[in-house]
Structure formats: C-alpha cells, structure tokens
C-alpha cells in the first residue's frame, strides 16, 4: 500500500505540518516504524504523525 505521512508539530492549540513523506509499507504498523525512521533522519523532534492511505485514481 501507498500511505502519506504527515510529519505536524503543535503550536499553541494547533497543528502545522512540517513535512509529508510518500511510504510504501504493508501494513500500517510497517508505516508507522517507517515515519519514525524518516524523524530520526530528519532530526525531527517532538513530531506528531498523520497517516492517511494514499489513494489515486
């Protein structure tokens, strides 16, 4: 499956989305340890992630 990640930090009471990354996985737990490798890359802290199945027709 194709899933978008939404790498987003809190600003006050709200989000920003800082970076979104295109991942191929599995599953959603396979996506998950995937955003995760992308943070630590990116040196990306305090990040929250916003996983969305990415469909294109």
């Known amino acids: 499956m194709i ?3 939404d790498f987003a930090v ?3 009471s709200n989000f920003k ?3 979104t990354a295109i991942v191929f996985a599995d599953t959603v ?6 955003a995760h490798e992308i943070a630590k890359e990116r040196n990306l802290l305090n990040v ?3 996983i969305q199945e990415l469909i294109i027709s």
Do not use: D, L, M, S
């Open 48 to 50: 929250k992630f916003y």
């Open 17 to 19: 989305t800082i970076f």
């Open 10 to 12: 809190k600003i006050k």
């Open 29 to 34: 737990t396979e996506c998950k340890e995937e």
């Open 3 to 5: 899933y978008e990640v």
